[in-house]
């Protein structure tokens, strides 16, 4: 399993590489987020506005992921309104199976 951001100006954080066997849980998630993402992001972004966006994978829909989001991320949005699980819809996904 592969982890990676693309900011909109072309900002790419070096892809994360999850052990083999892994399946990713909040703990996971979470613990992902607070070592590696968030510092990324507070790097990259620095005071610019950006959209945090995922799929729907249990580990992102869950309620402590969802709480530590809102927490931890100023444009955060709720998955109700996330757009469908299709490449087409998101340019993260399109960008790194391209470049994997």
Not at 7 to 27: A, C, T
Not at 32 to 52: G, S
Not at 60 to 68: A, K, L, N, R
């Amino acid at each position: 399993m592969v982890f990676g951001i693309i900011s909109s100006n072309g900002d790419v954080m070096k892809q994360y590489f999850f052990p083999q066997e892994l399946k990713l849980n909040n703990e996971g998630y979470l613990d992902l987020m607070k070592t590696i993402v968030k510092n990324w992001i507070l790097k990259v972004a620095n005071r610019q506005l950006y959209m945090w966006q995922q799929d729907s994978a249990p580990c992102y829909t869950s309620h402590v992921s969802q709480m530590w989001l809102a927490d931890n991320h100023k444009d955060h949005t709720s998955p109700n309104i996330w757009p469908p699980n299709s490449p087409d819809c998101n340019a993260c996904n399109l960008y790194l199976w391209g470049s994997v």
